[in-house]
């Protein structure tokens, strides 16, 4: 049979409109978080009095405070209902939080921002079973890998251009805030049209009945998703990856300002070259793993997370600047090129690494079950993230640096990697078999 581009799924019903309204999630959510938290950094006293770190890792936590708090609410609903018109329910949701933002832009009302970051955090709890589990039901096996990893591209490529317009917006004056006041309202109205274009995409499970305890539910999710091994180990191995992230792109903006001495368009490079990366890796996938799901990419990916995020610590030692510099003068820097260069190769092994994942769970979990374990995965990547601003407030703190910060993450990437491929031996014989293949 003749393997087609993933790339001519873009051009289809049962995928594009859904591409579409995902992509458009992903970067009204990032618009929003990157222009809040760079007028915080870059103009904090006019906004508040308290310390710019703290509020560079609180406010990533709190957006992902519902993924813990309704996942397992959220996993049910994708399960019951048509998955096209919860969509547009979801959609229509993210609408008026854009609204309750937009009084808090115009009021400078910080309290009421973070309201909405709530709001937005928990816009995309209830979408992000709807998200993965809507794939499998329209894509074919030889398709997955293709289809996945155009959203985690669209999903990066989505936070990579909100993050860049989200910094450029505010930064405007005078009109800065009513820009990005406007403008993540059009792009929620934006993203429920193409929710209207979306298929009919059935219930697997209509007849379920919702449980609104969400403890009991939220344990009865990760028990049930604990019996199967291999998609367990892949959702702990999946949320470790946003544990990673959460830390790395937390400490982006005061990395940017303290120690590369850059203004925000500095900042705003490091983010386009990460997200670019992982586009870039997730595109890869298809091709490297031949139009099928190889986890043997995994402990590839994780291979390179270590190396490249330890050398991001080395490299930072060799940078210097003599005073601030904005994106043109910041190339003419000694070690300037390998900072970035390290970011471009975080992004793209974070791409390998996280793909593979989710088609293993897709393709190994009961599909009566699917929007239910991906809920149950998204739980522990609330957790997770959670986890990990909680421990980069706590070793800030106690003195670290944010450079030594990459070099303890590097570290613990790797212990994690060969915990999991120590419980999950099927990593290290799949890459074994690839690397043979490649070589």
């Known amino acids: 049979m003749r393997k087609t581009s993933q790339f001519v799924l873009l051009t289809q019903r049962r995928f594009a409109p859904f591409f579409c309204a995902q992509f458009l999630g992903a970067f009204n959510d990032n618009v929003f978080k990157t222009a809040l938290l760079t007028a915080l950094t870059f103009d904090a006293l006019s906004w508040t009095t308290l310390d710019r770190g703290l509020l560079n890792n609180l406010i990533p936590g709190l957006f992902i405070l519902p993924f813990v708090l309704f996942s397992a609410l959220s996993g049910q609903l994708a399960d019951k209902f048509e998955k096209s018109a919860l969509t547009r329910y979801v959609k229509l949701l993210e609408i008026a939080i854009m609204g309750i933002a937009a009084i808090g832009w115009m009021q400078q009302n910080l309290w009421l921002l973070i309201a909405a970051v709530v709001g937005m955090g928990l816009h995309s709890t209830l979408f992000g079973p709807v998200k993965y589990a809507y794939l499998p039901q329209k894509l074919a096996p030889n398709e997955l890998v293709g289809g996945n990893g155009l959203v985690e591209m669209g999903t990066f490529v989505g936070i990579l251009l909100g993050e860049v317009l989200g910094a450029v917006l505010v930064s405007q004056r005078p009109w800065g805030l009513e820009l990005v006041a406007g403008g993540t309202i059009a792009i929620a109205i934006a993203g429920w049209l193409f929710a209207r274009a979306m298929p009919v995409s059935p219930a697997p499970d209509p007849e379920l009945k919702i449980n609104w305890n969400i403890a009991s539910e939220t344990v009865a999710n990760l028990r049930f998703s604990k019996q199967n091994k291999p998609v367990f180990i892949a959702m702990l191995a999946n949320s470790w990856f946003w544990f990673y992230g959460a830390i790395l792109l937390a400490q982006f903006p005061l990395y940017a300002k303290d120690y590369l001495q850059g203004d925000h368009s500095v900042f705003v490079l490091l983010l386009t070259i990460f997200s670019l990366g992982v586009g870039t890796g997730s595109l890869l996938c298809e091709r490297l793993s031949g139009h099928k799901v190889e986890i043997g990419l995994v402990p590839l990916g994780a291979i390179g997370l270590t190396i490249f995020c330890f050398d991001l610590y080395l490299a930072s030692g060799t940078y210097s600047a003599t005073s601030s510099v904005d994106i043109a003068s910041y190339f003419q820097q000694t070690g300037s090129a390998r900072i970035v260069f390290d970011c471009l190769m975080i992004g793209i092994f974070g791409g390998i690494y996280i793909v593979p994942l989710f088609a293993l769970v897709q393709t190994r979990c009961e599909p009566t079950h699917m929007s239910r374990t991906i809920a149950g995965m998204n739980i522990l990547n609330a957790l997770f993230m959670v986890v990990a601003a909680l421990l980069a407030m706590v070793l800030l703190k106690a003195g670290l640096t ?30 074994c078999a690839w690397a043979l293949r490649k070589g």
């Open 402 to 431: 944010i450079p030594q910060l990459f070099m303890v993450t590097a570290i613990l990437n790797a212990v994690v990697c060969v915990l999991v491929c120590w419980a999950m031996p099927e990593f290290v014989q799949r890459f």
